[in-house]
């Protein structure tokens, strides 16, 4: 039996051709920017080892295939069972099964880097983990996960037995269930050089096969930007709503306009905006000072006509809890951010109720999206 390891596809790529099957190069283009007349395409063949520093992950072997399809399949038809298009489709209903236990889906996003989204992210899930709720936190920021160093978790993700559909169990922090692609490195250090294709079949199997079992909410963390990642969520989770984080500064605001048009773009509902590091609160005199100004948060999110779910002043115990493993801002502390980031938290309740999700936003649509 293969291995069960995480990558997209076997060396021959049988399973990713169905998605390269629009571009003979193998680059995806979901939607052209208005404005760019001509796009490059470049050859972007796939290579299996570009899945650098980490084992192949197989969605079934040859065997497993046809043996999943029952005594029923005809000799003819297992041939067709071992295709890329079968694959797919045996992945998909694992993908429905799954989401079909989680009420609420939350893709946490940004703009642009170093406003604190992993950091809001890891603390948003903490925070509803501490309320009582089935929490699970998904790590896709693929190319540079921090989640694992944030928790400071350790172990390995495994299958729970070598049969052909056990899952994963993801590790746990308290009851909250996580995974990040940082957990299936053999070297954390080493770096994670894939495509588009592979990034797609990676996010794909971080919700068909793990072990989420029932959630109130899965919050995933996504990487700056509106590129693979948080597209591929989109698509591939049906009702998940967006929270956007930013800075005050305006240039971090004219990128979370971009993620608001992205979001209308994919139809995909926004929950609300928090403005991350909005002023310095002195530990000495208690005196805020905006150090990137202030407000700005609130009023993009009122001049889009969303809701604004709360500005999170900076503190330094932020970034140490963020590097000792003890992430702060879902802590007990008295501390101004602690109690701001508590307001956020039960606006993501209120907006977002775990016994059900409640009808999304409307957004006006700005165009279709597909791959």
């Known amino acids: 039996m293969a291995q069960r390891g995480f990558a997209a596809a076997g060396t021959d790529g049988s399973v990713l051709a169905p998605l390269l099957r629009a571009s003979p190069t193998g680059f995806l283009v979901a939607i052209q920017p208005q404005g760019i007349s001509v796009w490059p395409r470049l050859p972007a063949p796939y290579y299996a080892f570009f899945a650098a520093g980490i084992p192949a992950f197989t969605l079934s072997t040859e065997d497993n295939m046809s043996s999943s399809c029952g005594s029923s399949c005809s000799s003819q038809q297992g041939s067709t069972c071992n295709s890329g298009d079968a694959r797919l489709a045996q992945q998909d209903l694992a993908i429905n099964r799954s989401l079909g236990k989680i009420k609420n889906k939350i893709l946490v996003m ?13 603390n948003l899930a903490l925070g509803l983990s501490r309320l009582g709720h089935k929490v699970g936190l998904m790590d896709v920021d693929l190319h540079g996960p921090d989640v694992c160093r944030m928790l400071s978790l350790s ?42 294709p592979l990034k ?52 971090a605001l004219a990128d979370v306009r971009k993620s ?17 590091m909005s002023g310095f609160v002195c530990p000495h005199c208690g005196k805020t000072v905006d150090v990137f100004g202030a407000g700005g948060g609130k009023r993009t999110a009122e001049e889009f006509d969303l809701p604004f779910l709360g500005a999170v002043p900076m503190d330094p115990q932020v970034v140490a809890g963020g590097d000792a493993g003890k992430p702060y801002l879902s802590s007990d502390a008295a501390a101004p951010a602690v109690q ?13 109720p775990p016994g059900r999700a409640i009808p999304p936003i409307p957004m006006a649509s700005a165009g279709s999206c597909r791959i």
């Open 155 to 196: 172990g390995e993700l495994v299958a729970a037995s070598d049969e052909p559909d056990a899952l994963v169990e993801p590790l746990t922090c308290g009851t909250m269930k996580v995974v990040s692609l940082e957990y299936m490195m053999k070297d954390k250090d080493d770096a994670v050089i894939w495509r588009g």
């Open 110 to 122: 940004s703009g642009k880097g170093g406003v604190g989204k992993s950091t809001v992210a890891v």
């Open 340 to 352: 701001a980031f508590a307001a956020v938290v039960r606006a993501v309740e209120t907006r977002l």
């Open 260 to 276: 608001i048009n992205f979001c209308r773009t994919v139809e995909m509902p926004v929950l609300g905006l928090i403005e991350n």
């Open 200 to 251: 797609i079949q990676a996010i794909r199997q971080f919700v068909a096969d793990m072990d989420w079992g029932e959630l109130d909410y899965l919050v995933v963390d996504a990487p700056p930007g509106t590129g693979d990642e948080p597209l591929t969520v989109a698509q591939t989770m049906p009702g998940v709503q967006a929270v956007i984080v930013t800075t005050p500064q305006e240039v």
